[in-house]
T-cell receptor, first 113, second 115 residues
């Protein structure tokens, strides 16, 4: 069974600085999707970024980018120019074709003014 | 605007009572999901449905039931058999699960508290 690990339960970053959240996963599949979701205090889950495993190019969405290392099964999220509104729980998720999502335990990010 | 709605936002239940959580989507998505989230933890899958009138158990289905009579609606009933129902419940949908995994979009959630 696939598993997703987020080894950093909590992280903090200074406003305007850059922070990287780690995610590793275990799978025997070659094609799959990876996601980062953000859960602010409102608790609504918001999609941050999506990566398709067959694409070598790392996904980017404005200040959010990923470092996808397929061989290492690593999928880290980089947040540049951190803002106070970035403070949230961040969940990494894996999904194989025709399979259900597997979520990691989350990383709580604090942004310090 | 297209999206997923969940109601109520907060729900209180006495022990021994069944309660039903509502989830509606107007995204024309085929698949819908119910997750449970406990404090400090990730999401666990309760039930999912790929098409109308069909649904499957997830990892923690015991004490829960669902129906999928309409494409737009996927209500979750928390029965008295659920031993520890106090949690945050999230509903999600995706556009085409059968052929390709696609992105799941989430509703705002329902906080259930058993008194």
């Amino acid at each position: 069974a696939q598993t997703v690990t987020q080894s950093q339960p909590e992280m903090s970053v200074q406003e305007a600085e850059t922070v990287t959240l780690s995610c590793t996963y275990d799978t025997s599949e070659s094609d799959y999707y990876l996601f980062w979701y953000k859960q602010p205090p409102s608790r609504q889950m918001i999609l941050v970024i999506r990566q398709e495993a067959y694409k070598q190019q790392n996904a980017t969405e404005n200040r959010f980018s990923v470092n996808f290392q397929k061989a290492a099964k690593s999928f880290s999220l980089k947040i540049s120019d951190s803002q106070l509104g970035d403070a949230a729980m961040y969940f990494c998720a894996y999904s194989g074709y025709g399979q259900n999502f597997v979520f990691g335990p989350g990383t709580r990010l604090s942004v310090l003014p | 605007d297209g999206g997923i709605t969940q109601s109520p936002k907060y729900l209180f239940r006495k022990e021994g009572q069944n309660v039903t959580l509502s989830c509606e989507q107007n995204l024309n998505h085929d698949a819908m999901y119910w997750y449970r989230q406990d404090p400090g933890q990730g999401l666990r899958l309760i039930y999912y449905s790929q098409i109308v009138n069909d649904f499957q158990k997830g990892d923690i289905a015991e004490g829960y039931s669902v129906s999928r009579e309409k494409k737009e609606s996927f209500p979750l009933t928390v029965t008295s058999a659920q031993k520890n129902p106090t949690a945050f419940y999230l509903c999600a949908s995706s556009s085409n699960r059968a052929q390709d995994t696609d992105t799941q979009y989430f509703g705002p959630g329902t906080r259930l508290t058993v008194l």
